[in-house]
Protein backbone atom coordinates (compact mmCIF):
# COMPACT_ATOMS: atom_id res chain seq x y z
CA UNK A 1 0.00 0.00 0.00
CA UNK A 2 1.08 3.82 -0.68
CA UNK A 3 0.25 6.27 1.27
CA UNK A 4 1.76 9.94 1.65
CA UNK A 5 -0.71 11.16 4.18
CA UNK A 6 0.48 11.38 7.98
CA UNK A 7 -2.23 9.90 10.13
CA UNK A 8 -4.32 12.39 11.93
CA UNK A 9 -3.29 11.98 15.35
CA UNK A 10 0.32 12.43 14.92
CA UNK A 11 -0.40 15.24 12.07
CA UNK A 12 -1.42 17.59 15.51
CA UNK A 13 1.70 16.40 17.55
CA UNK A 14 3.37 18.42 14.26
CA UNK A 15 0.52 20.88 14.00
CA UNK A 16 1.64 21.91 17.81
CA UNK A 17 5.66 21.17 17.57
CA UNK A 18 5.58 24.03 14.21
CA UNK A 19 3.57 26.37 16.35
CA UNK A 20 5.80 25.88 19.56
CA UNK A 21 8.57 26.42 17.63
CA UNK A 22 7.65 29.61 15.66
CA UNK A 23 6.20 30.97 19.22
CA UNK A 24 8.49 30.10 21.84
CA UNK A 25 11.65 28.25 20.85
CA UNK A 26 12.98 30.09 17.58
CA UNK A 27 13.13 33.41 19.13
CA UNK A 28 15.18 31.83 22.12
CA UNK A 29 18.63 31.46 19.58
CA UNK A 30 18.68 35.31 19.84
CA UNK A 31 18.55 35.81 23.96
CA UNK A 32 20.38 32.92 25.24
CA UNK A 33 24.39 32.65 25.07
CA UNK A 34 24.61 28.78 24.28
CA UNK A 35 21.54 26.11 24.44
CA UNK A 36 24.63 23.88 26.00
CA UNK A 37 25.60 25.76 28.74
CA UNK A 38 23.83 24.74 31.82
CA UNK A 39 25.51 27.15 33.93
CA UNK A 40 23.67 30.51 32.41
CA UNK A 41 20.75 30.97 34.00
CA UNK A 42 18.93 32.90 31.55
CA UNK A 43 19.47 29.59 29.43
CA UNK A 44 18.11 27.40 32.63
CA UNK A 45 15.25 29.79 32.90
CA UNK A 46 14.03 29.96 29.47
CA UNK A 47 14.43 26.39 28.05
CA UNK A 48 13.67 23.92 30.98
CA UNK A 49 10.46 24.86 31.41
CA UNK A 50 10.01 24.49 27.35
CA UNK A 51 11.28 21.00 27.72
CA UNK A 52 8.30 20.30 30.12
CA UNK A 53 5.73 21.05 27.76
CA UNK A 54 7.25 18.65 24.91
CA UNK A 55 7.21 15.49 27.61
CA UNK A 56 3.57 16.67 28.46
CA UNK A 57 2.80 16.60 24.47
CA UNK A 58 4.70 13.24 24.43
CA UNK A 59 7.09 14.51 22.48
CA UNK A 60 10.59 14.28 23.99
CA UNK A 61 13.60 11.75 22.71
CA UNK A 62 11.30 10.92 19.28
CA UNK A 63 14.25 9.41 18.77
CA UNK A 64 13.96 6.70 21.41
CA UNK A 65 12.02 3.63 21.71
CA UNK A 66 9.89 2.75 24.98
CA UNK A 67 12.06 1.20 26.59
CA UNK A 68 14.46 3.86 27.02
CA UNK A 69 12.10 6.60 27.55
CA UNK A 70 10.87 7.63 24.25
CA UNK A 71 7.68 7.53 22.73
CA UNK A 72 8.89 5.19 20.00
CA UNK A 73 7.35 6.73 17.05
CA UNK A 74 9.95 5.17 14.63
CA UNK A 75 12.20 7.01 11.85
CA UNK A 76 9.41 8.26 9.63
CA UNK A 77 7.42 10.00 12.32
CA UNK A 78 10.79 11.23 13.24
CA UNK A 79 11.55 12.58 10.30
CA UNK A 80 8.35 14.65 9.71
CA UNK A 81 9.40 16.36 13.44
CA UNK A 82 12.67 16.54 12.67
CA UNK A 83 11.34 18.85 9.49
CA UNK A 84 10.42 21.57 12.22
CA UNK A 85 13.54 21.10 14.48
CA UNK A 86 15.46 21.69 12.04
CA UNK A 87 14.74 25.04 11.18
CA UNK A 88 16.34 26.49 14.12
CA UNK A 89 20.14 27.23 13.66
CA UNK A 90 22.45 28.18 13.02
CA UNK A 91 25.31 26.47 14.72
CA UNK A 92 23.79 25.02 18.07
CA UNK A 93 20.37 24.08 17.36
CA UNK A 94 18.01 25.46 19.90
CA UNK A 95 14.67 23.07 18.56
CA UNK A 96 16.41 19.57 19.19
CA UNK A 97 17.68 20.48 22.48
CA UNK A 98 14.41 21.60 23.91
CA UNK A 99 13.08 18.44 22.18
CA UNK A 100 15.66 15.65 23.55
CA UNK A 101 17.16 15.11 20.36
CA UNK A 102 20.54 17.06 19.77
CA UNK A 103 23.10 15.29 18.23
CA UNK A 104 25.81 14.20 18.83
CA UNK A 105 24.05 13.04 22.30
CA UNK A 106 21.50 10.97 20.37
CA UNK A 107 24.25 8.54 18.57
CA UNK A 108 26.33 8.77 22.27
CA UNK A 109 22.97 7.25 24.26
CA UNK A 110 22.17 4.89 20.75
CA UNK A 111 25.91 2.97 21.60
CA UNK A 112 25.56 3.49 25.69
CA UNK A 113 21.89 1.78 25.48
CA UNK A 114 23.30 -0.80 23.06
CA UNK A 115 26.45 -1.62 24.29
CA UNK A 116 26.87 0.02 27.83
CA UNK A 117 27.38 -1.78 30.79
CA UNK A 118 24.49 -1.58 33.76
CA UNK A 119 26.67 1.55 35.76
CA UNK A 120 27.36 3.01 32.47
CA UNK A 121 23.77 3.87 31.67
CA UNK A 122 23.05 4.95 35.06
CA UNK A 123 26.01 7.25 34.90
CA UNK A 124 25.41 8.74 32.06
CA UNK A 125 22.43 7.11 29.39
CA UNK A 126 20.09 8.39 32.19
CA UNK A 127 21.18 12.29 32.13
CA UNK A 128 21.79 12.20 28.52
CA UNK A 129 18.38 11.53 27.61
CA UNK A 130 16.74 13.67 30.50
CA UNK A 131 19.01 16.32 28.60
CA UNK A 132 20.88 17.08 31.79
CA UNK A 133 23.79 16.02 30.32
CA UNK A 134 25.93 16.43 27.31
CA UNK A 135 28.79 13.87 25.49
CA UNK A 136 30.66 14.07 22.77
CA UNK A 137 32.49 11.78 20.10
CA UNK A 138 36.60 11.73 19.94
CA UNK A 139 37.01 9.39 17.07
CA UNK A 140 38.63 11.88 13.91
CA UNK A 141 42.49 12.51 14.36
CA UNK A 142 44.39 15.67 13.63
CA UNK A 143 45.93 13.61 11.03
CA UNK A 144 43.02 12.34 8.79
CA UNK A 145 39.19 12.05 9.40
CA UNK A 146 38.46 9.72 6.53
CA UNK A 147 40.41 7.28 6.88
CA UNK A 148 40.63 5.53 10.16
CA UNK A 149 43.76 3.48 9.59
CA UNK A 150 45.67 6.61 9.82
CA UNK A 151 44.08 6.91 13.67
CA UNK A 152 47.01 6.57 16.25
CA UNK A 153 45.50 7.33 19.77
CA UNK A 154 46.53 4.42 21.90
CA UNK A 155 44.51 2.54 24.48
CA UNK A 156 47.62 0.43 26.43
CA UNK A 157 46.48 -1.88 29.61
CA UNK A 158 48.28 -1.16 32.69
CA UNK A 159 47.26 -3.09 35.55
CA UNK A 160 43.58 -2.14 36.15
CA UNK A 161 43.41 0.39 34.07
CA UNK A 162 43.78 1.52 30.10
CA UNK A 163 45.83 4.33 29.41
CA UNK A 164 44.84 6.61 26.43
CA UNK A 165 47.50 8.71 24.72
CA UNK A 166 46.58 10.59 21.54
CA UNK A 167 45.29 13.64 19.69
CA UNK A 168 41.51 13.96 18.16
CA UNK A 169 40.31 16.86 16.39
CA UNK A 170 36.86 18.52 16.55
CA UNK A 171 34.86 16.45 18.84
CA UNK A 172 31.96 18.24 18.60
CA UNK A 173 30.04 19.63 22.09
CA UNK A 174 33.56 18.35 24.08
CA UNK A 175 33.27 21.59 26.15
CA UNK A 176 29.71 21.15 27.33
CA UNK A 177 30.62 17.44 27.89
CA UNK A 178 30.99 15.74 30.92
CA UNK A 179 31.81 12.46 28.86
CA UNK A 180 33.80 11.59 26.10
CA UNK A 181 33.69 8.43 23.80
CA UNK A 182 36.82 7.90 22.56
CA UNK A 183 38.06 5.37 19.48
CA UNK A 184 41.42 4.17 20.55
CA UNK A 185 43.72 1.61 19.29
CA UNK A 186 43.91 -1.26 21.35
CA UNK A 187 45.25 -4.18 18.69
CA UNK A 188 47.64 -2.35 16.73
CA UNK A 189 48.46 -5.58 14.71
CA UNK A 190 44.82 -6.58 13.80
CA UNK A 191 42.52 -5.74 10.54
CA UNK A 192 40.86 -2.38 10.69
CA UNK A 193 37.91 -3.52 11.69
CA UNK A 194 39.17 -5.13 14.90
CA UNK A 195 42.37 -2.62 15.41
CA UNK A 196 39.93 0.01 17.87
CA UNK A 197 37.95 -0.16 20.73
CA UNK A 198 35.80 2.44 22.40
CA UNK A 199 36.16 4.07 25.64
CA UNK A 200 34.29 6.18 28.07
CA UNK A 201 35.97 8.63 29.61
CA UNK A 202 34.74 11.73 31.88
CA UNK A 203 36.11 14.81 30.67
CA UNK A 204 37.50 15.85 34.10
CA UNK A 205 39.75 12.41 33.94
CA UNK A 206 43.65 14.06 34.31
CA UNK A 207 45.38 14.33 31.35
CA UNK A 208 42.26 15.30 29.00
CA UNK A 209 44.01 18.55 27.68
CA UNK A 210 42.04 21.09 25.05
CA UNK A 211 44.66 22.45 22.90
CA UNK A 212 41.60 25.02 22.01
CA UNK A 213 38.02 24.89 21.15
CA UNK A 214 37.85 25.15 17.00
CA UNK A 215 34.95 26.92 15.39
CA UNK A 216 33.03 26.57 12.46
CA UNK A 217 33.30 29.73 10.31
CA UNK A 218 30.21 31.16 9.93
CA UNK A 219 28.50 29.75 12.69
CA UNK A 220 27.69 31.21 15.71
CA UNK A 221 29.10 28.89 18.51
CA UNK A 222 28.52 31.34 21.64
CA UNK A 223 31.59 33.14 23.67
CA UNK A 224 34.49 30.88 24.63
CA UNK A 225 35.11 29.93 21.56
CA UNK A 226 34.24 27.12 19.03
CA UNK A 227 32.25 23.94 19.97
CA UNK A 228 34.65 21.55 17.95
CA UNK A 229 37.57 20.95 20.47
CA UNK A 230 41.18 19.56 19.46
CA UNK A 231 42.13 17.64 22.30
CA UNK A 232 44.87 15.40 23.68
CA UNK A 233 44.76 12.38 25.87
CA UNK A 234 48.07 12.20 27.51
CA UNK A 235 48.37 9.28 30.12
CA UNK A 236 44.50 9.46 30.32
CA UNK A 237 43.91 6.58 33.19
CA UNK A 238 40.76 5.08 33.09
CA UNK A 239 39.08 2.04 34.55
CA UNK A 240 39.67 -1.54 33.19
CA UNK A 241 35.78 -1.52 32.66
CA UNK A 242 35.02 1.86 30.90
CA UNK A 243 35.51 -0.04 27.91
CA UNK A 244 32.02 0.35 25.81
CA UNK A 245 31.50 -2.55 23.50
CA UNK A 246 34.11 -5.71 23.36
CA UNK A 247 37.82 -5.24 22.95
CA UNK A 248 38.55 -4.34 19.24
CA UNK A 249 34.92 -3.64 18.67
CA UNK A 250 34.90 -0.13 18.04
CA UNK A 251 34.87 0.44 15.08
CA UNK A 252 31.85 -1.34 14.93
CA UNK A 253 31.05 0.63 18.06
CA UNK A 254 31.23 3.76 15.93
CA UNK A 255 29.26 2.66 12.91
CA UNK A 256 26.53 1.88 15.19
CA UNK A 257 26.07 5.46 16.13
CA UNK A 258 26.98 6.81 12.71
CA UNK A 259 24.21 5.36 11.09
CA UNK A 260 21.21 7.03 12.70
CA UNK A 261 23.40 9.98 13.22
CA UNK A 262 23.83 10.88 9.50
CA UNK A 263 20.41 10.29 8.69
CA UNK A 264 19.04 12.72 11.55
CA UNK A 265 21.15 15.65 9.78
CA UNK A 266 19.48 14.68 6.72
CA UNK A 267 15.82 15.03 8.48
CA UNK A 268 16.88 18.56 10.14
CA UNK A 269 18.54 19.46 6.76
CA UNK A 270 15.26 18.91 5.27
CA UNK A 271 13.89 22.18 7.98
CA UNK A 272 16.56 24.27 6.81
CA UNK A 273 15.89 24.15 2.79
CA UNK A 274 12.02 24.45 3.33
CA UNK A 275 13.07 28.22 5.23
CA UNK A 276 15.51 29.08 2.79
CA UNK A 277 12.92 28.31 -0.02
CA UNK A 278 10.33 30.19 1.98
CA UNK A 279 12.04 33.51 2.73
CA UNK A 280 13.85 32.59 -1.16
CA UNK A 281 9.85 33.44 -2.17
CA UNK A 282 8.74 36.14 -0.15
CA UNK A 283 11.70 38.28 -1.25
CA UNK A 284 11.38 37.77 -4.75
CA UNK A 285 7.31 38.67 -4.17
CA UNK A 286 9.35 42.36 -2.09
CA UNK A 287 11.94 43.40 -3.77
CA UNK A 288 11.59 45.22 -6.96
CA UNK A 289 14.57 46.00 -9.97
CA UNK A 290 14.40 47.38 -13.38
CA UNK A 291 10.86 48.38 -12.77
CA UNK A 292 9.52 44.68 -12.12
CA UNK A 293 9.48 42.05 -9.04
CA UNK A 294 12.44 39.80 -9.07
CA UNK A 295 9.96 37.06 -9.01
CA UNK A 296 8.93 38.17 -12.41
CA UNK A 297 12.24 37.54 -13.60
CA UNK A 298 12.59 34.42 -15.31
CA UNK A 299 15.77 33.76 -13.82
CA UNK A 300 14.79 34.12 -10.58
CA UNK A 301 11.78 31.91 -11.42
CA UNK A 302 14.19 29.43 -12.55
CA UNK A 303 16.05 29.33 -9.09
CA UNK A 304 13.08 29.28 -7.18
CA UNK A 305 11.27 26.07 -9.61
CA UNK A 306 14.45 24.20 -9.20
CA UNK A 307 14.97 25.18 -5.11
CA UNK A 308 11.41 23.52 -4.82
CA UNK A 309 11.86 20.87 -7.36
CA UNK A 310 15.50 19.51 -5.23
CA UNK A 311 13.39 19.62 -1.83
CA UNK A 312 10.93 17.86 -2.59
CA UNK A 313 12.93 15.00 -4.20
CA UNK A 314 15.59 14.96 -1.28
CA UNK A 315 12.26 14.88 1.29
CA UNK A 316 10.97 11.54 -0.56
CA UNK A 317 14.57 10.25 -0.30
CA UNK A 318 14.98 11.17 3.23
CA UNK A 319 11.20 9.43 3.88
CA UNK A 320 11.52 6.44 2.15
CA UNK A 321 14.95 5.93 3.86
CA UNK A 322 13.49 6.75 7.58
CA UNK A 323 10.71 4.03 6.34
CA UNK A 324 13.06 1.47 5.34
CA UNK A 325 15.06 1.43 8.86
CA UNK A 326 11.52 1.04 10.29
CA UNK A 327 10.51 -1.21 8.08
CA UNK A 328 14.12 -3.26 8.47
CA UNK A 329 15.07 -2.57 11.93
CA UNK A 330 18.68 -2.78 11.08
CA UNK A 331 21.07 -0.23 9.63
CA UNK A 332 22.83 -2.50 7.82
CA UNK A 333 20.22 -3.02 5.31
CA UNK A 334 19.93 0.98 4.80
CA UNK A 335 23.39 1.91 4.62
CA UNK A 336 23.33 2.30 0.95
CA UNK A 337 20.32 5.03 1.33
CA UNK A 338 21.62 6.51 4.25
CA UNK A 339 24.85 7.14 2.12
CA UNK A 340 22.92 8.75 -0.43
CA UNK A 341 20.45 10.99 1.71
CA UNK A 342 23.60 12.42 3.29
CA UNK A 343 25.41 13.06 -0.17
CA UNK A 344 22.17 14.85 -1.26
CA UNK A 345 21.60 16.89 1.97
CA UNK A 346 25.03 18.47 1.63
CA UNK A 347 24.19 18.96 -1.76
CA UNK A 348 20.74 20.22 -2.19
CA UNK A 349 21.13 22.96 0.99
CA UNK A 350 24.26 23.97 -0.18
CA UNK A 351 22.60 24.03 -3.48
CA UNK A 352 19.17 26.13 -2.02
CA UNK A 353 21.25 28.24 0.97
CA UNK A 354 23.24 30.12 -2.50
CA UNK A 355 20.34 30.44 -4.56
CA UNK A 356 18.19 31.95 -1.33
CA UNK A 357 21.37 34.01 -0.44
CA UNK A 358 21.67 35.47 -4.06
CA UNK A 359 18.26 36.42 -4.34
CA UNK A 360 18.79 38.79 -1.44
CA UNK A 361 21.54 40.09 -2.67
CA UNK A 362 24.21 41.93 -0.17
CA UNK A 363 21.60 41.54 2.73
CA UNK A 364 22.32 38.07 2.15
CA UNK A 365 25.27 37.60 2.55
CA UNK A 366 25.37 39.88 5.49
CA UNK A 367 25.57 38.41 9.48
CA UNK A 368 21.61 40.39 9.26
CA UNK A 369 20.64 37.07 7.39
CA UNK A 370 21.44 33.34 8.27
CA UNK A 371 22.65 32.55 4.54
CA UNK A 372 25.83 31.62 5.09
CA UNK A 373 25.57 29.77 8.41
CA UNK A 374 22.92 27.39 6.22
CA UNK A 375 25.57 27.26 3.48
CA UNK A 376 28.56 26.29 5.82
CA UNK A 377 25.48 24.07 7.34
CA UNK A 378 25.25 22.24 3.89
CA UNK A 379 29.52 21.86 3.78
CA UNK A 380 29.05 20.44 7.00
CA UNK A 381 26.41 17.77 6.41
CA UNK A 382 29.01 16.97 3.29
CA UNK A 383 32.25 16.32 6.01
CA UNK A 384 30.70 15.44 9.21
CA UNK A 385 30.08 11.72 10.28
CA UNK A 386 32.50 11.02 6.71
CA UNK A 387 33.08 13.38 3.68
CA UNK A 388 30.43 13.19 0.84
CA UNK A 389 33.23 11.34 -1.47
CA UNK A 390 33.00 8.09 0.80
CA UNK A 391 29.51 8.00 0.99
CA UNK A 392 29.45 8.24 -3.15
CA UNK A 393 31.61 5.56 -3.33
CA UNK A 394 29.79 3.42 -1.07
CA UNK A 395 26.50 4.13 -2.80
CA UNK A 396 28.46 2.85 -5.96
CA UNK A 397 29.52 -0.44 -4.42
CA UNK A 398 27.13 -1.50 -3.07
CA UNK A 399 24.51 -0.89 -6.34
CA UNK A 400 27.40 -2.94 -8.20
CA UNK A 401 26.91 -5.88 -5.77
CA UNK A 402 23.43 -6.16 -7.35
CA UNK A 403 24.70 -6.73 -10.90
CA UNK A 404 26.73 -9.53 -12.40
CA UNK A 405 28.79 -9.29 -15.43
CA UNK A 406 27.59 -10.79 -18.71
CA UNK A 407 28.76 -13.96 -19.82
CA UNK A 408 29.74 -12.39 -23.35
CA UNK A 409 31.05 -9.42 -24.93
CA UNK A 410 27.70 -7.96 -25.59
CA UNK A 411 25.65 -6.11 -22.99
CA UNK A 412 21.99 -8.16 -21.94
CA UNK A 413 20.37 -5.10 -23.64
CA UNK A 414 22.29 -5.74 -26.83
CA UNK A 415 19.58 -4.99 -29.60
CA UNK A 416 20.37 -7.42 -32.60
CA UNK A 417 20.84 -10.93 -29.28
CA UNK A 418 17.29 -9.18 -28.17
CA UNK A 419 15.74 -9.18 -31.52
CA UNK A 420 16.97 -13.12 -32.22
CA UNK A 421 15.44 -14.01 -28.89
CA UNK A 422 11.72 -12.12 -29.84
CA UNK A 423 12.20 -13.87 -33.28
CA UNK A 424 12.90 -17.19 -31.75
CA UNK A 425 10.22 -16.86 -29.24
CA UNK A 426 7.34 -15.73 -31.88
CA UNK A 427 8.51 -17.97 -34.63
CA UNK A 428 5.44 -19.55 -35.19
CA UNK A 429 3.06 -16.04 -35.87
CA UNK A 430 5.86 -14.39 -37.74
CA UNK A 431 6.35 -17.54 -40.21
CA UNK A 432 2.32 -17.55 -40.16
CA UNK A 433 2.36 -13.98 -41.67
CA UNK A 434 5.46 -14.08 -43.93
CA UNK A 435 7.85 -11.94 -41.80
C1 LIG B 1 30.94 20.56 11.92
C2 LIG B 1 31.71 19.28 12.09
C3 LIG B 1 31.50 18.50 13.21
C4 LIG B 1 32.23 17.33 13.41
N1 LIG B 1 32.05 16.62 14.56
C5 LIG B 1 32.82 15.55 14.82
C6 LIG B 1 32.71 14.86 16.07
O1 LIG B 1 31.87 15.20 16.91
N2 LIG B 1 33.57 13.83 16.31
C7 LIG B 1 34.49 13.42 15.41
O2 LIG B 1 35.22 12.48 15.71
N3 LIG B 1 34.63 14.06 14.22
C8 LIG B 1 33.83 15.11 13.90
N4 LIG B 1 33.97 15.79 12.71
C9 LIG B 1 35.05 15.40 11.80
C10 LIG B 1 34.57 14.71 10.55
O3 LIG B 1 34.09 13.42 10.82
C11 LIG B 1 35.76 14.72 9.57
O4 LIG B 1 35.98 16.06 9.20
C12 LIG B 1 35.54 13.87 8.34
O5 LIG B 1 35.50 12.50 8.66
C13 LIG B 1 36.65 14.11 7.31
O6 LIG B 1 37.91 13.99 7.88
P1 LIG B 1 39.01 15.14 7.67
O7 LIG B 1 38.38 16.44 8.01
O8 LIG B 1 40.24 14.76 8.39
O9 LIG B 1 39.28 15.16 6.12
P2 LIG B 1 40.30 14.22 5.32
O10 LIG B 1 40.19 12.82 5.79
O11 LIG B 1 41.64 14.85 5.33
O12 LIG B 1 39.68 14.31 3.86
C14 LIG B 1 39.76 15.56 3.16
C15 LIG B 1 39.01 15.42 1.85
O13 LIG B 1 39.61 14.43 1.05
C16 LIG B 1 38.64 13.89 0.17
N5 LIG B 1 38.60 12.43 0.36
C17 LIG B 1 38.77 11.73 1.49
N6 LIG B 1 38.66 10.41 1.25
C18 LIG B 1 38.39 10.27 -0.07
C19 LIG B 1 38.16 9.16 -0.93
N7 LIG B 1 38.17 7.90 -0.46
N8 LIG B 1 37.92 9.42 -2.24
C20 LIG B 1 37.89 10.69 -2.72
N9 LIG B 1 38.11 11.77 -1.95
C21 LIG B 1 38.35 11.57 -0.65
C22 LIG B 1 37.30 14.53 0.56
O14 LIG B 1 37.07 15.63 -0.28
C23 LIG B 1 37.57 14.99 1.97
O15 LIG B 1 36.70 16.04 2.37
C24 LIG B 1 33.20 16.92 12.45
C25 LIG B 1 33.39 17.69 11.31
C26 LIG B 1 32.65 18.84 11.11
C27 LIG B 1 32.91 19.65 9.87
Not at 249 to 276: C, E, I, N, P, Y
Not at 292 to 298: D, F, G
Not at 328 to 355: E, G, H, P, Q, W
Request: charged share 20%.
Amino acid sequence: MWDFETDPEFQQKLDWADQFMTNEVEPLQYVIKHPLDLTDPVRQELILPLQEEVRGQGLWACHLGPELGGPGYGQLKLALLNEILGRSGPGPTVGPIVFGTAAPDTGNAEILAHYGTGEQKDRYLRPLIEGTMFSAFSMTEPQGGSDPKVFTTTAVEDGDSWVINGEKWFSSNARWAEVLLVLAVTEPEAHISKRMSMFVVPVHTPGVEFIRHVQVAGWVEGDGGGDHSYIRYNNVRIPKDALLGARGQGFGVAQTRLGGGRVHHAMRSVGHMKLALDMMCERALSRSTQGEQLAQKQLVQQMIAEAWMEIEQFRLLVLQTAWKIDRFNDYNKVRMDISAVKVVASKVLSDVATKALQIHGSLGLSEEMPFVSMLVNGLHVGLADGPSEIHTLGVAKQLLTQYKPTDGIFPTQHIPALTEQARTKYASTLVKHGR
